[in-house]
């Protein structure tokens, strides 16, 4: 596991990350040979893991790089990935470690206080949000292996923060398998559904929570650590 602490003035965020071990092949076309015909869609998502694309629809909402005049899909808008997120991915190395492609962020709004920029790559998937109250810090950013991603187990747990109560906020990334929720065991044993937005959930409680439960991209059910 992973750690990586963000400072924001005094307050200070640790996101963990899970890391898990990726296998990338490549495949070489000798001179001569003919080429395969291109896949509908593949220039267009040529920086975005296929695997991805198939299973999270987030990541076929859009066909090309970011533009600003582009009709808004169903949750995801037009909102530009925030310029100190965009310089944690690149300055913390998860840019060129998961090929992360800055261009084809997008932002959910996941409710009225929470929003969730996506940020696909060839090799992982960033997430990066806006801190929801009572927290005082700006942003909670977290990227992990394509595997994460589809295992379920791509998100961070904020809190508490010091001077406030004991509110933690766990923001994840939750595969197409997940139609609606999934589900938080929390600290006191409760469990709770939580509503998924464009493969993109946010809990917030009191208390870490015991367990977030899911099902991967397979469809087979997890569960993880909160």
């Known amino acids: ?125 960033c997430l990066a949000s806006s801190a929801p109250p009572p927290h005082q810090v700006s942003y909670l950013v977290t990227c992990g292996p394509l595997a994460s991603a589809e295992r379920g187990s791509l998100f961070s747990t904020d809190g508490p923060v010091e001077g406030t109560p004991a509110s933690v906020t766990v923001v994840g990334l939750a595969p197409d398998a997940n139609t609606s929720s999934v589900s938080v065991v929390a600290s006191d044993g409760s469990t709770q559904q939580v509503p998924v937005v464009d493969n993109v959930y946010v809990w917030t409680g009191t208390g870490t929570p015991n367990a977030i439960q899911l099902l991967g991209a397979s469809g087979h059910s997890a569960s993880f650590p909160g």
């Open 1 to 125: 596991m992973r750690f990586r602490d963000i400072r924001l003035g005094s307050l200070r965020i640790v996101v963990a990350v899970v890391a898990a071990a990726c296998v990338v092949a490549s495949v070489s076309i000798l001179g001569g040979a003919a080429a395969s015909p291109a896949e509908p869609g593949a220039s267009q998502h040529a920086g975005v893991a296929r695997s991805l694309l198939r299973d999270f629809k987030v990541f076929r909402h859009r066909t090309g790089p970011r533009d600003d005049a582009r009709t808004a899909t169903a949750d995801v808008t037009t909102a530009s990935l925030p310029a100190s997120v965009a310089n944690t991915i690149a300055e913390d190395g998860d840019g060129n470690q998961f090929g992360i492609d800055q261009s084809r962020a997008d932002d959910v709004e996941v409710s009225a206080s929470a929003n969730v920029w996506v940020v696909p790559g060839s090799r992982g998937v």
